[in-house]
């Protein structure tokens, strides 16, 4: 019987595809030797420092290259070598999530402003709730309408859905149980968050994950020790469809390390052989 050329040439665990999960840590976080110390395996939560982009459009990408320097001599008409003079890594992305965090590090924000609701005349339950209740009882109605937005002791915002005499109806559970005569108020103005934008001459570092996975499970992580944002222009269409908001990231050496490792490293989850 003839031999297939292909026997034996490669194998299909060596094949990973699939999205890539991006989060980051403020620079100075302890700088992960496994991939457990970024995200529990069992749970899939990140540790503490470390925060998600979240969604993007389309793939997460991580580009090197290197620029060379050719060496000529008076004696050859070809240069006769040539040497490694510099390089440059990035990571980019186009971020989903239009959360101001995201904004603030792609755009290169300044200051988040937290700014609180306006509430109207608040009034108080009649009877204890607890957790899971969608209905609470009030001792007053004024200001409460279907549509409207309330906020339950406990820092609990909910839609109302509908008011029946003194009885509240609410979109979602309660998480936290509430005590009759807890407060219970409409919110007249939502809170919002400013970002503010200036003159801004400073890039903040960070520590950049990508955490993905290979078709049989096995993780796979990139860390950048020391990235910053690009400085290129970002623009966000106001459009009809989705708007996402441009990543880019440059990776720069980190003082203090070999120049073999000195960038980025990845590391990959391999299974031992049961042979």
Not at 201 to 217: D, F
Not at 249 to 262: K, T, Y
Request: hydrophobic share 40%; aromatic share 6%; charged share 20%.
């Amino acid at each position: 019987m003839a031999k297939d050329i292909l026997e034996g040439m490669g194998s299909a665990n060596n094949i990973t595809g699939g999205a890539g999960r991006l989060v980051w840590a403020a620079y100075g976080q302890a700088v992960p030797t496994k991939i457990s110390d970024v995200i529990d395996l069992s749970t899939m939560v990140l540790k503490t420092g470390y925060k998600d982009f979240g969604y993007t459009d389309g793939p997460v990408e991580v580009a090197r290259s290197v620029e060379t320097t050719e060496v000529e001599v008076e004696q050859s008409d070809v240069p006769i070598d040539s040497y490694v003079s510099g390089g440059a890594h990035s990571v980019t992305a186009n971020l989903k999530e239009q959360t101001i965090e995201n904004k603030q590090i792609a755009m290169m924000g300044a200051q988040i402003v937290d700014i609180a609701e306006v509430l109207g005349t608040a009034t108080t339950t009649t009877a204890a709730a607890a957790i899971g209740a969608t209905v609470i009882a009030v001792t007053s109605a004024t200001g409460i309408a279907p549509g409207g937005i309330i906020k339950i002791a406990g820092n609990q915002y909910r839609k109302v859905m509908a008011v029946n005499a003194l009885n509240v109806t609410i979109d979602r559970p309660l998480t936290i149980a509430v005590a009759s005569a807890g407060s219970v108020a409409p919110v007249t103005q939502l809170p919002t968050r400013k970002l503010t934008f200036g003159s801004k001459n400073q890039r903040p570092a960070m520590q950049i994950v990508l955490l993905s996975q290979t078709r049989q499970g096995a993780m796979c992580m990139s860390v950048f020790y020391n990235c910053k944002v690009s400085g290129e222009e970002v623009t966000l269409a106001y459009g009809k469809e989705d708007r996402v908001v441009p990543l880019n990231l440059v990776a720069f050496p980190e003082a203090g390390r070999d120049n073999d490792d000195d960038v980025f490293f990845e590391q990959i989850e391999t299974f031992p052989s049961l042979a």
